[in-house]
């Protein structure tokens, strides 16, 4: 016997599948909204004293969960601050570290050519020294000339 997919037959038992599936969801979204309605003290008429005590430590289960999670958050969000107050505190650190830009009535002086600074040396050195000095290079030109 040859199977007959396009059928009237195969057609109602996908029907009746769907509609199967449609109520389970139904019931379960029902069941789903009443048992939130109790955890959240509503509809609590008509349960028994087990189901009161059940929904009291599912409750408390809840209730440390949230805790755990404050906690947690709040630890996080002092972390974050307090990193966010080291990083300002660095900042300013380096703020304040930072060379400043001198004023334009503290221009640094232009940098002193050679000759300037050779006569510099030369009039900071003593009459001595400077003899001295003269006195070597005056012989170090005469060895120059005899070579």
Not at 70 to 88: C, M, N, P
Request: aromatic share 4%; with cysteine; proline share 3%.
């Amino acid at each position: 016997m040859l199977c007959d997919f396009c059928g009237s037959s195969s057609s109602k038992r996908y029907e009746h599948t769907k509609q199967e599936e449609a109520l389970l969801i139904e019931s379960e979204l029902k069941r789903l909204r009443l048992l939130t309605r109790r955890m959240t003290g509503k509809d609590l008429d008509g349960l028994t004293f087990a189901e009161l005590l059940l929904l009291e430590s599912l409750l408390k289960q809840v209730l440390l969960i949230v805790k755990k999670l404050k906690k947690k958050t709040e630890l996080e969000e002092e972390q974050r601050l307090q990193k966010k107050e080291a990083d300002d505190d660095t900042r300013r650190e380096l703020v304040v570290l930072a060379p400043c830009n001198r004023q334009e009535d503290e221009e640094a002086p232009p940098p002193l050519s050679r000759i300037q600074v050779e006569y510099e040396r030369r009039s900071s050195e003593s009459i001595q020294s400077e003899f001295e000095r003269l006195l070597t290079d005056g012989v170090l030109l005469k060895q120059e000339d005899e070579w």
